[in-house]
């Protein structure tokens, strides 16, 4: 069992950044691909990153590319998402996500475990 808690979302300016943080408690953190996802009203859930269980391989939804970046750090279980450049159509619900899989799918539902969310709002 895995439990995700989400932070560093709030109210940013366009153009601005964000750093959010996903803190991971249960076993075995280091053995889970991560994925982070953020839905909008009205609209689905959708891949924005994906890290797997080293780090040494990174994901990114096209729309992101260049201006996110995912990390992690097994020894304080936690997976990050650096956003920079934000967008006012990237407001959304963002979570966190942990497979089993040993890359981390760009679908729902393949993860086992997902956090509440934190919220990114992005003015204009």
């Known amino acids: 069992q895995v439990q995700l808690v989400e932070s560093g979302g709030g109210l940013v300016q366009a153009g601005g950044s964000l750093r959010l943080s996903c803190a991971a408690s249960g076993r075995a953190f280091f053995s889970y691909a991560m994925g982070w996802f953020r839905q909008s009203p009205g609209k689905e859930r959708e891949f924005v990153a994906g890290i797997n269980w080293n780090g040494g391989t990174t994901y990114y939804a096209d729309s992101v590319k260049g201006r996110f970046t995912i990390s992690r750090d097994n020894a304080k279980n936690t997976v990050y998402l650096q956003m920079n450049s934000l967008k006012p159509e990237e407001t959304a619900v963002y979570y966190c996500?942990?497979?089993?899989?040993?890359?981390?799918?760009?679908?729902?539902?393949?993860?086992?475990?997902w956090g509440q969310g934190t919220q990114v709002t992005v003015s204009s």
């Open positions: 996500a942990a497979t089993s899989l040993s890359a981390p799918p760009f679908t729902t539902r393949q993860y086992n475990y």
